[in-house]
């Protein structure tokens, strides 16, 4: 019998996704559930929303909560953590590239290694220079990767992934969709999706 | 050595609410952590940052998501789960009483009982003759009661638990706050909360 499937929807600058890209595999494996990555963009569904920032910036009590959350919450899962000075990051380019990578087999290193870069390191991943790197450093041929995620082609691809998320009731990052169409949203809820996606 | 304690600061309008209303005193008990319930108002607090109404009203995927999130959530724990028809429901009277509740014996009984008449059984908890039936099935006389929570000194009392909330950067129900100052905002933050006010 086929594996039974969860779909990870997420957003580079979103702050839970972090711990969330850096637990699945192992989870996922452990639970018999193949994951497909599914990146996307927050903005837009956020303008909907009559959002022009993330909710943690415009509701600040909300914000240094999830902040103080975020690092405790890393401690407990052994995750390093360390506060970027931008927030959120415009991730456009790192989730083009990403759609490209999950087509191939370095997808799923480049996302954890994004995400690492952002919140374990601290640092900035809008610039190319910072995502060249993490291709270089995966042994890519990054200027050849750049070129094809920065394609027309691939330019719909993602916004076609937005609307698809849009159009699932997604709001937020992560999001977890089983495959009879369970939305689960959350670092938290993780586990609760991969129980139910193997029910 | 005096026990731990852990405040929980509850709305009674909020979902989310009645899961933890209903799991802290055993799993408290387990972990030798004394518990203060501290009822207050989020209307306040909500109004501060523009919202007229709760989020999840405001907001529509996120508050499709939270009703289907907490049928699965009180699935998950075992509690019978309704939805009732207002919602948020005004909880002034119900959090006046509680007040009078907390400062005797039946307080927690009481505020259980209101979660489980609000979500449990989907009742409104809005009127005075809902939280009488509640006060009578716990042996007391609702209409002494009743005229105690409506008194000027109670209503100041939770007036000032409402600021003190707000001080505390609380934003939202259920949140808990050790004696160091730690804030955890949510129903799934209880287990993480009452590990940390043990340490």
New interface residues.
């Given amino acids: 019998m086929a594996k039974p499937t969860l779909d990870f929807w997420f957003e580079f600058a979103s702050t839970y996704s972090y711990p969330a890209a850096m637990r699945i595999s192992p989870l996922a494996e452990a639970a018999g559930v193949a994951v497909r990555w599914r990146p996307f963009m927050l903005g837009p569904i956020f303008k909907e929303?009559g959002w022009t920032t993330s909710p943690f910036n415009l509701?600040p009590?909300?914000g240094?909560?999830m902040w103080?959350?975020l690092e405790?919450t890393c401690g407990?899962f052994g995750l390093p953590f360390v506060r970027p000075t931008t927030f959120p990051q415009n991730t456009l380019l790192a989730a083009r590239v990403a759609l490209v990578g999950l087509a191939e087999a370095w997808g799923e290193d480049y996302c954890r290694a994004i995400y690492r870069a952002e919140f374990a390191e601290g640092r900035t991943v809008e610039e190319t220079e910072t995502i060249a790197g993490v291709l270089t450093s995966l042994g890519l041929d990054a200027s050849a990767v750049l070129d094809r995620a920065q394609s027309n082609e691939n330019r719909s691809q993602l916004r076609a992934h937005t609307e698809e998320a849009q159009k699932l009731?997604?709001?937020?990052s992560p999001s977890f969709v089983t495959a009879d169409g369970?939305?689960?949203?959350?670092n938290?809820?993780l586990e609760?999706a991969l129980n139910?996606a193997r029910r």
Same sequence: chains 1, 2.
């Fill in positions: 929303q509701f009590a909300k240094r909560n103080r959350d405790r407990t009731g997604i709001f937020g369970e939305l689960f949203w959350g938290d809820r609760a139910w």
